[in-house]
């Protein structure tokens, strides 16, 4: 055989090689995602268990809300990664809201972060409505009630004024689905912040970044302005900070009233 076809002849072992390594490692790599996938169904299952053992008696079983809150619409729940911001919680309890510390294990706490996490993301797959829904599954609250509560327990007037801000606001939206989605979740942002330099000089803007470390804002003329907070006084106003508290204190009943008052604000 001469030289050239004893190179094409091992260029050619070369890709099956190759080849042969690549689908290996694909197979690898698919049975490990498999055998993960199977691992966190397996926590989320036993920390459904361990939920409603120790949670579902305040939080119902779905973690929906009883007594406590509904934890499918908690800000901690929504940030916690693998128990960092439940465990605390658990264990700590919240003796001023009525929740006792509660002595489970590590295990135990990642399995129930495992499963709210699930619970989250079930929920997430299953809220496409159709855009023509009918309003009589939405407005299943009182609006009298939810008018009560949104001028006295909620404190929604401190913001908000049916007269201004939310005059006609029903009729400004394409559906009662878009109307109840923009009151829980409320985009864009909101954050402002004063930034005093060590010069005296202060830059006002739109936050466009926070950390422990770092604050970035847009400023009034558009530029992008960031600043470590070590050698700065900053001052950050967040408009919808009890708009976030009061969330994770709604009841169902509560947030189906005040969607039923909102909707008369045609």
């Not at 691992?39 to 120790?54: L, N, P």
């Amino acid at each position: 055989m001469n030289q050239r076809g004893l190179c094409s002849k091992r260029g050619v072992m070369k890709v099956l090689v190759c080849a042969g390594l690549t689908l290996l490692t694909g197979e690898r790599n698919s049975s490990a995602r498999q055998q993960s996938g199977a691992d966190v169904a397996a926590s989320a299952e036993r920390g459904r268990k361990e939920f409603v053992q120790s949670c579902g008696f305040c939080h119902g079983a779905d973690a929906t809300g009883a007594r406590g809150p509904d934890l499918m619409r908690s800000p901690l729940v929504a940030h916690d990664v693998k128990g960092d911001q439940i465990g605390p919680v658990i264990r700590q309890g919240r003796p001023d809201k009525g929740m006792p510390a509660m002595p489970l294990s590590d295990a135990q706490i990642l399995d129930i972060a495992a499963f709210l996490h699930a619970r989250a993301a079930e929920a997430m797959r299953s809220s496409g409505v159709p855009k023509v829904y009918p309003v009589e599954k939405l407005l299943t609250g009182n609006a009298e009630a939810g008018k009560a509560f949104f001028n006295g327990a909620g404190g929604c007037t401190k913001c908000h004024s049916v007269t201004g801000d939310l005059a006609g606001v029903a009729s400004k939206h394409s559906s009662p689905i878009e109307l109840e989605a923009r009151m829980l979740y409320p985009g864009g942002k909101h954050r402002t912040a004063v930034v005093t330099l060590a010069s005296g000089e202060q830059v006002k803007g739109a936050v466009e970044h926070a950390d422990d470390f770092v604050i970035a804002v847009r400023d009034e003329k558009g530029w992008y302005r960031s600043f470590r907070r070590d050698s700065i006084k900053v001052e950050i106003d967040d408009r919808l900070a009890d708009h976030r508290e009061l969330l994770g204190k709604l009841t169902q009943k509560d947030v189906h009233n005040l969607f039923a008052y909102i909707e008369t604000l045609k």
